[in-house]
Structures are given as C-alpha cells and as structure tokens.
C-alpha cells in the first residue's frame, strides 16, 4: 500500500510523520510556498514546529505527484472537504480514500463518508478518528485508534498498512457510529471548556461530560450506529480525551466562550459547526440534545454561559 495524506495541517503532518518512519509518504499542501518552507527545513514550522520530518517524508504542492499512491489520508478540516473533494475529484478517483477529519458538515448534514460518497460514489472509503493530538502521533508516543470501514475486507488491509509500533489502530465496520461519536465529542468538549471557563467547577464538568455522552448515544443510535462503538475509542474515548485537555482547540475554545475572551478565528474549532448542523438534524429527527442547542446557541452569540447553563438546570426533573 502506497500512502499519501492531503492536507499539511497539524494532523496530517502528525500522520505523514508517523507513517513515514515505516514507508514512504507523500504530504501534500496546497500552498507552494508552505511545501516550498517544510521541504527545505524538514519540518512544519506553521502547525508543528520542532517535529522533524523522517528522510521517508516528501513533501509536494502538486497533487499528481500522489498519483502513484493508492491510499489518500484525507486531513483537511470538516467544513472544506465538500469544495476539497469537488475540486480536486479527477486526482482522488480510484484511491482509497481515508477521512481523517471529524465533524458535520453544516450546508449539507453529512458526515465524510456521504460527501465522498455524493462525488466519487465508486471510491472505497474509510474513516480514521479517536483519541489522539497531532503533537503526541508526532512526537512517537502510543496513540490508539479507529478506523472504519464497511468493507471489512478494505478495514484490514488498511488497519495493517496504517499501525505502526506506536499507533495501534482498531477496526470497526460501523462507520456512523465513528462519524458521529468523534463529530459530537468536539460538541461536548466546547461545553466542558465554557463550564471550566465560567467558573462553574469540575464537578459540573463532570455532569456535562457525561450527559453529552447520552447526547451523543441518542443521536448516533438513532441513525444507526452500535452502541459498543459510541463506547470505544471514537466515542467515549475520545470524549475523555477533548474535555479535559487543554491540548484540545476545541477545550480551549469554550474556556475562552466561559470567560469571555477572544479566541483566534484562524484555529480550527471543529465542534462550533458541527454544533449547529447536529442542533438542526436533532431538531428535524425530534430529538432531545440540550447541551448541543447550547453549545449552538453559544456560537451563534445569542446565549451566554450564565444563560445555558441556568437553562438546562432548570429543565425538568428526569430519569437518568
Ligand atoms: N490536530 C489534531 O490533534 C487532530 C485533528 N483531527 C482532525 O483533523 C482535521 C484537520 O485538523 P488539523 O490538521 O488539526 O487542522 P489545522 O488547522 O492544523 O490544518 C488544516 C489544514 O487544512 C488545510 N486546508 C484548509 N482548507 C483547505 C482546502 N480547502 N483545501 C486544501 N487544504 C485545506 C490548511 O491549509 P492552509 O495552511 O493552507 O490554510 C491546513 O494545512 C480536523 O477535522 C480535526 O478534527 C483529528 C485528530 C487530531
Ligand atoms: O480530535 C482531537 C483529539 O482526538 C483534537 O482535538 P481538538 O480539535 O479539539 O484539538
């Protein structure tokens, strides 16, 4: 299996270097200049400063030098893959195509694997997701994974080729369940980051980690996905992972929203999209998720903190 990975961000650098210790990988950016920068000084000074790339790692800004891999690692954010798959379908026919990112898209409802899907309805398809920072897969220490794919066939050859003595990946062929549990877990740790933010205390993190969990379980259960895999690596795992690290943008984001600082538009806070695409599928399906509508309501600025959570306490009492 030759494997290249698109996208030059934090993760898909952590990715190309990983992999690149055991085989040869392409990285692909799409910006020359940034191609042109990590060629010369082996590293991704703009995502991962100080990770130094393995001599099996070329970098390239031009798409057809990948025509040679099979298998395309696809880690640019959730809300550009639509418009990064349409544009560039022609060089992406007839791979393996392997969605590392992890979200909803808000125009559309979907997940990767439909967008994919809609655009090159012939690609075989998979998804990587579970708890793992860019910075630790970087660096060497163990990462356990998820890779999905219904062909479980496709799962194994792409589980072999994709672990590596530090990344250890598990296989599931329940790619909803996947999708959704690494899209809501950014949700919730947004809500866990503005209860921190706001004072509120670890105990109420506590409760909102664990009801955002029984969010999570609602939606994706609903929809089809099994309950083991919202309680694996992709679901309560990662969740585990991004609520209480500050490692995690999207931890970090909603500590700003709770202490009403500014935080850098430029980063990427995959849950204040997914937020608002899951609060209006929810709605649309008649389902219960208040710490999702929050979280929606806290993006949008018509809520603060205060607001949400006086909010959901102050809904009726229930059975857990
Ligand atoms: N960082 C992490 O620890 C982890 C991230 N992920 C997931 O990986 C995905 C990517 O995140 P991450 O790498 O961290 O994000 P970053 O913000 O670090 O990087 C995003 C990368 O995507 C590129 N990009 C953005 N839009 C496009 C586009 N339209 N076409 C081509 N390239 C584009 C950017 O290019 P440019 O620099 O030119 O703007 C940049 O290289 C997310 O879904 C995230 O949830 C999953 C697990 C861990
Ligand atoms: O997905 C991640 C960890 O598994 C990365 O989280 P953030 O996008 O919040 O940094």
Known sequence: MSVGVLGAGAFGTALAIALARKAPVQLWARSETRARDMATHRQNTAYLPEQAFPEQLMVTANLQELAGCDTLLLAVPMQQLDNFIA???AALQEKTLVACCKGVDLRSGDGPAEIIARHLPDTGFALLTGPSFARDIAVGLPTGLTLACTDD????ALQKALSTPALRLYRTT?????TLGGAL??????ACGATI?????????????TRGFAEMQRLALRRGAQAAT????????????TCT???????????????????DPSVTVE???????????????????PITSAVAGLVENRLDVTQAMQDLLSRSLKEE
């Open 87 to 89: 544009e560039n379908a």
């Open 153 to 156: 066939g496709r799962g194994q």
């Open 197 to 209: 933010g706001a004072g509120l205390g670890e105990s109420a993190r506590a409760t909102v980690l």
């Open 230 to 241: 919202l309680s694996g690596l992709s679901g309560f795992g990662d969740l585990v992972l």
């Open 245 to 263: 690290s500050e490692q995690s943008r999207n931890y970090r984001f909603g500590r700003a929203l709770g202490q009403g600082t500014t935080f």
């Open 271 to 289: 849950g204040a999209a997914t937020a608002r695409a899951v609060r209006d599928i929810a709605a649309r399906d008649d389902l219960d998720m």
């Open 185 to 190: 877990k950014n949700v919730i740790a947004i």
């Open 174 to 178: 329940d790619v909803i369940g996947a």
